[in-house]
């Protein structure tokens, strides 16, 4: 049935190129927080011109499957900008990555801003502090705890999503899984281990965010 | 010291209150009296820039600002010498009893951080909170937060602290701590304009009191002579209604 001495020796070789996969998931989450509060910024203060740009951003990044915009980036746009010819498939998936998923988070983060009662911005108003001091100290840190649980989400979703990056050629967990499975042909051994391997990250990453989520419930209440 | 001159407020098509003026003494503290959408609150935030009113004067001590030509400069400005205390506090969630009250300190005057926590240690002092000074917001009853707001206003050490009701969120057994605190202001001559349906505390402390009607003010005298002998069939009108249940007579 299933060859488990094989699953066991490919485990080690899967494993080193997990850390690719995790490395493409934190930088494209970082990017995409800071674009995503950037959006949302614009879009809670509805800064002129800007305001509809991100509108436009956000509903495009939703609306297309990501498969489709990896795809743009890393074969299409280099027919368009000479510069990007030599992009690679890392940065493309990493591209990808932060502008689709900050237009997720984009739209939970303006939630969590909204959702954040008026008279504070009053009161930070009305002691002189200007719109972005208003943004940085009060709005925005009690805005993303807000959103935390969600945004973890996003990053599982990204995590998983990496796995795409093995069409742009870009050799990470998943890419590695289909080159092994191909030599070998034990591909229920190779694709089931990768699986179970995606699982127990996210499993890991599950029990952190319940636990951060019952540390941030208790924030601020002492 | 602080005069409003022809303030003019309209949202969209409503006028709410045109060609306002009032002038009060450095240490004067006036309330204002009046029916519901009047435009009280609207005056007070005016004063502040909350609402940016469509034309008028505000002079804060040597700081005059034309409403039509204010910019953005004039308004942190004036804001940061009219200090504002709000019905529902306006606590920041996020900063602790003593943030709440540095916070202004350091953002805003810049002044470093040691010395504006050892300032609103002293204001947590004065406000009988110095034990609350690491509490969340969430953490404290509705009359330490308005306290708390009191505080924050009191650190940005403006010309004038303006309160829009700063009793009417809380539960009966708070307001008593709120109203003793702001009567300690009035002793120590803060200046202060005081909205409010507390007729008690307005004749007990204030110096002069303000009868609004219809974005208009009606009269305004001391509450001695505003309460026992006012001169409009308006006011009187009002005093009679908000008077009557607590017992007290009007002429
Ligand atoms: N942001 C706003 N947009 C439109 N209209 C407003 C706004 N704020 C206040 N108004 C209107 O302006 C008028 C004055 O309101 P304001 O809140 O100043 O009255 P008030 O005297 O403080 O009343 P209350 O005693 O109920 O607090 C009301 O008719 C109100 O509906
Ligand atoms: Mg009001």
Redesign the interface.
């Given at each position: 049935m299933l060859n488990l001495e094989y699953m066991w020796d490919l485990l080690p070789v899967l494993l080193s190129y997990l850390p690719l996969t995790l490395e493409m998931a934190t930088i494209a989450m970082l990017f995409a927080l800071v674009l995503a509060c950037l959006l949302a910024v614009i879009r809670v203060s509805r800064v002129p011109l800007l305001n509809g740009l991100s509108l436009l951003f956000i509903s495009f990044f939703r609306g297309t499957p990501l498969l489709v915009q990896l795809f743009l980036f890393y074969y299409g746009l280099p027919q368009l900008v000479e510069a990007l010819v030599s992009i690679n498939g890392v940065t493309a998936a990493v591209l990808g990555l932060t502008l689709h998923f900050s237009a997720y988070m984009a739209e939970s983060i303006r939630a969590a801003i909204v959702g954040?009662?008026r008279?504070?911005t009053?009161?930070?108003?009305?002691?002189?502090?200007?719109q972005s001091?208003l943004m940085r100290?009060?709005i925005l840190?009690?805005a993303t705890?807000v959103a935390t649980p969600t945004l973890m989400n996003y990053f599982i979703d990204m995590i998983k999503a990496t796995s795409l990056a093995f069409t742009l050629g870009v050799t990470e967990l998943m890419g590695a899984t289909q080159k092994e499975a191909s030599s070998s042909f034990l591909y229920l051994e190779a694709f089931l281990l990768v699986a179970i391997i995606y699982w127990v990250v996210v499993e890991l990453l599950s029990w952190g965010q319940r636990r951060l989520e019952v540390y941030l419930n208790k924030a601020?209440?002492? | 010291m602080i005069s409003l001159e022809a303030v003019t407020k309209r949202f969209g098509k409503q006028n709410v209150f045109s060609d306002i003026d009032l002038q009060l003494e450095r240490g004067e503290i006036i309330v204002i009296i009046g029916p519901s959408g009047t435009g009280k609150s609207t005056l007070l935030r005016c004063i502040n820039f909350l609402e940016r009113p469509e034309s008028g004067r505000i002079t804060v001590g040597d700081l005059r600002v034309d409403a039509q030509h204010a910019t953005r400069a004039d308004i942190l400005k004036l804001r940061r010498r009219t200090a504002f205390v709000f019905q529902n506090y306006g606590l920041f969630a996020n900063k602790t009893a003593l943030q709440n009250i540095s916070e202004g300190m350091i953002v805003v005057d810049k002044m470093p951080k040691e010395k504006a926590h050892a300032r609103a240690r002293e204001i947590l002092k004065r406000i009988g909170l110095a034990d609350k000074s690491d509490a969340y917001p969430a953490a404290l009853s509705g009359g330490q937060q308005q306290r708390i707001g009191i505080g924050r206003a009191m650190a940005a050490n403006a010309d004038v602290i303006l309160f829009d009701e700063p009793t009417s969120s809380l539960d009966p057994q708070w307001v008593e701590e709120v109203l003793n605190l702001m009567k300690q202001l009035a002793a120590e001559q803060q200046t202060m304009i005081i909205v409010t349906h507390e007729m008690q505390f307005a004749r007990d402390v204030a110096d002069r009191v303000v009868f609004m009607d219809e974005g208009q003010i009606i009269e305004q005298a001391p509450p001695d002579e505003l309460f026992t002998a006012p001169k409009d069939p308006r006011t009187q009108r009002f005093l009679r209604k908000i008077l009557a249940p607590t017992g007290q007579t009007v002429p």
């Open positions: 954040i009662d008279s504070q009053e009161a930070a108003l009305s002691i002189g502090m200007t001091q100290r009060i840190p009690q705890r601020y209440q002492r | -």
